[in-house]
């Protein structure tokens, strides 16, 4: 069941919850607020990390922040996606060290969001996508 009621959802959050509600997806719990505080806490609550869309602060420092909270807890099918890796200098920057990172084996480059796998035994690749 979708928690969270729609009217205590402010701004995206309520989009993306009228988007779940929609779809009727189930398994689905949103939770708004500052990822700073958010995502330590959701990370903390977890054995393990199997999706995280990761769409918060665009500045290198806190993306980078938000990469190491959740490298504890991915596992080799493990899927990280970073929203707006291009939005600015310190996004890019951000981005090349999650891909040069010596845990992150496969990166894929889709401009507007990275796809970052731990997938071990494969040789270490990084794919750009243009379209």
Not at 33 to 57: H, M, Q, T
Not at 98 to 112: A, E, Q, R
Request: one cysteine or more; glycine letters at 6%; proline letters at 4%.
């Amino acid at each position: 069941m979708l928690k969270l009621l729609p009217l205590r959802v402010p701004g995206n959050g309520k989009v993306a919850y009228n988007n779940f509600k929609a779809l009727d997806l189930e398994n689905v719990e949103l939770q708004v607020g500052n990822f700073d505080v958010l995502l330590p806490e959701i990370i903390d609550k977890r054995d393990k990390l199997d999706f995280v869309y990761i769409d918060g602060n665009h500045r290198k420092e806190a993306t980078l922040n938000y990469f190491n909270w959740c490298l504890p807890k991915v596992h080799e099918n493990s899927l990280l996606i970073f929203d707006d890796i291009y939005w600015s200098k310190g996004m890019k920057e951000a981005w090349e060290e999650i891909k040069n990172h010596p845990d992150v084996i496969v990166t894929i480059d889709l401009f507007w969001i990275g796809l970052v796998y731990f997938r071990k035994g494969q040789a270490k690749e990084h794919f750009k996508i243009k379209f």
